[in-house]
């Protein structure tokens, strides 16, 4: 007989019918909970009060399930590429409208400014 610790409970099972083991943990678990790697950290005396009050939480899969959801959101962030071809198509346009204005007298910070101006003038009339 050996006891298996599964999510808050001890399960007794008998190795001669590993069936009925690998049963009561897909059913408990949701999957198969062989290479299992246990993980601690601290927490004080307070937060540690407050948590056993809540007996109904199963904090174990609630933790679970947030460093899941962090760990997927930074390896998104991490594998996150660039659109090489759109940035090419951006550099292109932007070589493009810069030609259009070459050998003219336009100054783009002029025209910056202007456009600030009547964006913002309603601000200055009384």
Known sequence: ??????GIVNIKCCLSCPWTW?????IR???????????????DKRLKA????LRHI??????????????????????STKDVTAIKRAIEEMDRLAKL???SDWIAEE??????????SYLTQT
């Open 1 to 6: 007989m050996r006891i298996y610790n599964v």
């Open 22 to 26: 690998w049963f009561v943990i897909f």
């Open 29 to 43: 678990q949701g999957r198969i909970t062989r290479n299992v790697s246990v993980i601690s950290f601290r927490v």
């Open 50 to 53: 407050r948590i056993d009050r």
């Open 58 to 79: 199963n904090w174990s899969e609630l933790l679970r399930r947030y460093v899941e959801t962090v760990v997927e959101q930074e390896e998104q962030r991490m594998r």
């Open 101 to 103: 204005s070459e050998g």
């Open 111 to 120: 025209e910056v400014v202007r456009w600030r101006r009547r964006r913002f």
